[in-house]
């Protein structure tokens, strides 16, 4: 049997979350994936995931689209570089997946998937809140049918975590909680609830030190008729933490899912009761808080992997996703303005 194309991959960003991603490529080498070439503006960094990941260390995303025949290029730097960088690999023909946030805003998100598609090359964007295992399990009772039509939900990131530590320029940030973990739960709402006609949304800061909002309430009309809460807060003061967890809360026509901290799923169905424990098992590179985090990335780049090599879209495509940034940039209105807004939509020019 003839062996399909291995896939050719670069990654540019080798911080603090990319370690996950490199860790994640190593183990999907198996499957097709060969992490050929790394990209720091930092040399130190490059370096050492360099020879760590047994991989080409460069300093310049330009010079290693130009030496390396890349198929796809993992951007795993802050969204200030993402633009630049996926108008790179779309210009040297190379497929891109880009961290997230897309972008700072809705109009360089839609320039990146304007780029891709004149381009003609193949774009994703690495939202792993809907690849997690327990979200994948919630999904999978919603798709047997076993709650009926989800109508309500109420999904929360709530956690007093100290995110600063591993990311300190999130302080500085002045579009903070929904545009970092708000935007992985509104992609969650749409993953479990569908698409939304308006939503109105209450910010508030209650950690003085720092420059953006800290704790985001949105409650959601979908199209389906469906109404969600989704709840994003760096201020929690409780203990136990349930960071980095989602808790889910959604109700259907025929039963009910919940998941509590410690990723227990509680299922009622058609008048019976069942749980579930559907969290994450440790990898031999996973560790406590972050494991589930940290395997959602493998599951992420499993399918964006899947997805290249198959020749169809991820479904975190750059399109699908300005469906989850779009209700980003519609809860800052509506915390500016105080009125329901609808979100907006992308026409496309090419
Ligand atoms: P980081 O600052 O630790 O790492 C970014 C790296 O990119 C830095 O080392 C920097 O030198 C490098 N870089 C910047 N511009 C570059 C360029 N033009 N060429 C080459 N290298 C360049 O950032 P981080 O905390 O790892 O976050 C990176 C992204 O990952 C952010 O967008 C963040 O929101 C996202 N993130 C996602 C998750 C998740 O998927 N659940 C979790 C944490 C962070
Ligand atoms: O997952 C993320 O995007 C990180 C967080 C602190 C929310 O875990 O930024």
Redesign the pocket.
């Known amino acids: 049997m003839v062996e399909k194309k291995r896939t050719r991959i670069g990654l540019?960003?080798?911080?603090?979350?990319?370690q996950n991603h490199l860790h994640a490529w190593t183990d999907l080498k198996a499957e097709g994936a060969d992490l050929v070439a790394v990209?720091?503006?930092?040399p130190n960094?490059s370096a050492a995931a360099a020879l760590q990941f047994d991989a080409k260390a460069y300093?310049?995303?330009k010079a290693m689209f130009q030496a390396e025949a890349l198929d796809l290029v993992d951007i795993?730097?802050?969204?200030g570089?993402?633009k630049?960088?996926a108008a790179l690999a779309a210009e040297h023909g190379v497929a891109a997946v880009v961290?997230?946030?897309f972008a700072p805003s809705w109009g360089e998100c839609i320039d990146i998937v304007e780029t891709a598609k004149r381009h003609n090359t193949w774009l994703a964007v690495?939202?792993?809140?809907r690849f997690g295992t327990a979200m994948r399990r919630v999904r999978s009772v919603i798709d047997s049918g076993a709650i009926g039509t989800p109508n309500w939900a109420r999904l929360g990131f709530r956690t007093g975590y100290d995110v600063f530590k591993?990311?300190p320029?999130l302080a500085n940030e002045k579009r903070l909680v929904i545009l970092?973990v708000g935007i992985?739960v509104l992609d969650l709402a749409r993953f479990f609830l569908g698409e939304v006609d308006h939503l109105s949304c209450e910010t508030q800061k209650r950690i003085p030190t720092i420059a953006g909002e800290d704790t985001a309430t949105i409650m959601m009309r979908h199209t389906s008729g469906a109404v969600s809460l989704v709840e994003s807060t760096y201020a929690a003061r409780k203990i136990p933490d349930a960071f980095p967890e989602t808790l889910v809360e959604i109700e259907g026509t025929e039963g009910a899912i919940i998941v509590t901290r410690g990723e227990t799923m509680q299922v009622t169905t058609q008048g019976i009761f069942f749980e579930e424990k559907i969290g994450s098992a440790l990898l031999p590179w996973t560790s406590r808080p972050w494991h589930g985090?940290q395997e959602?990335?493998l599951h992420a780049n499993r399918h964006m992997l899947e997805a290249f090599r198959a020749g169809r879209p991820a479904s975190t495509s750059g399109e699908d996703n300005l469906k989850t940034y779009a209700l980003v940039e519609a809860a800052y209105e509506s915390a500016a303005t105080g009125q329901k807004i609808r979100p907006p939509v992308w026409i496309p020019r090419v």
């Open positions: 540019i960003g080798c911080g603090f979350y990319a990209c720091d503006l930092d960094k300093t310049d995303a795993t730097t802050q969204m570089s993402h630049a960088l961290q997230k946030p690495h939202e792993n809140f591993g990311q320029y970092d992985h985090s959602a990335v």
